[in-house]
């Protein structure tokens, strides 16, 4: 099977993920690492169109810990960098015969056209500015870590709602989950079909501070905010954080932008963030990603 959306996984799919990714989270964090070897000789390529850190390192270190062998492909080093189609490079890898190709690609649908050119299953590590579901995933995931339950919490997301593949993936999944979702964010980084909601009013009262990157590298026109306005205007401060609930949390799917919308004294409470409980969970929800997609 292929993982290119929230709405390709069934309500048993998400609770397979999220329960095998609580057990990969707790084996993750033991000491018998390396004895589970469910994937071995099956070869997963990872091609990113785009710059990564936390997704591309977490699938490679995800089928590293299951046994199978993570391959790069370097696009800037590659012949797409020669003017190779995207369909001629699809059928390339393809004739290598992998078992999972993990694609993360700056235009809206390629993962599901790459479906259509591969024999093997398929994993979307974000597409445009369309969906990023094993990001979701990992964040319910961190939150089920956290609160035990998602049923009644309130999730705020804030920021760059327009160019978020995030966002929309986390506003698919965590109503599914029980959980309420605001978004709310500059005006002209929202959605014209998102109610008007401002940062403050999403805040208020919620469980999940979810803080989103500006995309700069996105926008037709800058923003022309000077240093500091976002921030004060628009991001997360401890002053802001005091209007959500007594024990809310802090989430953010990186990179940041420390001290544009977070931050760097909320982005580092150690009490309160989960940012970096993210990147843990998410070698658990991809190992759990992996196992799905090859049935193993």
């Avoid at 397979?16 to 004895?35: H, K, V």
């Avoid at 319910?140 to 593949?165: E, M, N, P, T, Y």
């Avoid at 401002?198 to 026109?221: F, P």
Wanted: aromatic residues 4%; contains cysteine.
């Amino acid at each position: 099977m292929n993982l290119i959306s929230i709405d390709s996984l069934s309500d048993a799919q998400i609770e397979r993920i999220l329960d095998r990714g609580q057990r990969w989270f707790e084996y993750n964090r033991s000491g018998s690492r390396g004895q589970d070897k469910s994937l071995h000789d099956k070869l997963v390529f990872n091609l990113f169109y785009e710059n990564s850190t936390r997704t591309a390192m977490s699938f490679a270190a995800a089928a590293h810990r299951l046994g199978a062998s993570p391959v790069f492909l370097p696009v800037e080093q590659s012949s797409i960098k020669k003017g190779e189609t995207f369909e001629d490079t699809a059928r390339t890898l393809n004739a290598m015969r992998p078992d999972v190709v993990v694609i993360r690609h700056r235009e809206n649908g390629a993962p599901a056209a790459m479906t259509e050119l591969m024999d093997c299953a398929v994993i979307n590590a974000g597409d445009g500015t369309n969906e990023h579901p094993t990001q979701a995933l990992l964040d319910a995931l961190a939150l089920q870590i956290r609160f035990g339950d998602l049923s009644g919490l309130k999730v705020a997301i804030c920021g760059d709602i327009r160019h978020s593949r995030v966002a929309r993936s986390n506003a698919k999944l965590l109503p599914r989950l029980g959980a309420e979702v605001r978004l709310a964010g500059p005006p002209s980084l929202l959605p014209g079909d998102i109610p008007a909601l401002s940062i403050d009013e999403a805040i208020d009262g919620a469980d999940v501070v979810m803080m989103l990157r500006v995309q700069r590298e996105r926008l037709e026109e800058d923003l022309g905010d000077g240093p500091g306005e976002y921030l004060e205007r628009y991001g997360l401060t401890a002053e802001r954080l005091g209007r959500a609930a007594p024990d809310a949390v802090v989430m953010h799917p990186g990179p940041m932008n420390r001290n544009v919308e977070i931050a760097d004294d909320v982005a580092d409470d150690p009490e309160r963030s989960l940012i970096l409980l993210q990147v843990e969970a998410g070698v658990a929800t991809r190992m759990a990603c992996l196992e799905l997609v090859t049935g193993g």
